[in-house]
């Protein structure tokens, strides 16, 4: 049984740097055939993929995001991590983690619970 959980501040400036931490257990981040992603969706409307770190480290940020976006990870702590810059309201959402696995071709087998995060000065 693999387990994810979100977790940081649930009230962000504007301006300021959203980020939050997804601890992982029950598999590590750094085995072959699994890729570790951010989701999010705003109130009302659909989910936004956001970006993804590999188990190698590698990184692919949504085109939309990639100015502000950054993930990365502590191997030792077995768990990656957000940072999304310069945030407004717009950014406001429940923010997932997830796993991508290679064995349900891609798909993500496994996810958090997700963490609400409002931006509101």
């Known amino acids: 049984q693999v387990q994810l959980q979100e977790s940081g501040p649930g009230l962000v400036k504007p301006s300021q740097t959203l980020s939050l931490t997804c601890a992982v257990a029950?598999?590590?981040?750094?085995?072959?055939?699994?890729?570790w992603n951010w989701i999010r969706q705003p109130p009302g409307k659909g989910l936004e993929w956001m970006g993804v770190?590999?188990?190698?480290?590698?990184?692919y940020i949504s085109p939309s995001l990639k100015s502000r976006t950054s993930i990365s990870r502590d191997t030792s702590k077995n768990q990656f991590s957000l940072q999304l810059r310069s945030v407004t309201p717009e950014d406001t959402a429940v923010y997932y983690c997830?796993?991508?696995?290679?064995?349900?071709?891609?798909?993500?087998?496994?996810w958090g619970k997700g963490t609400l995060v409002t931006v509101s000065s």
């Open positions: 997830a796993r991508v696995s290679s064995v349900v071709l891609d798909g993500m087998d496994y």
């Open positions: 029950g598999a590590s981040i750094t085995t072959d055939g699994y890729a």
């Open positions: 770190i590999a188990y190698d480290g590698d990184t």
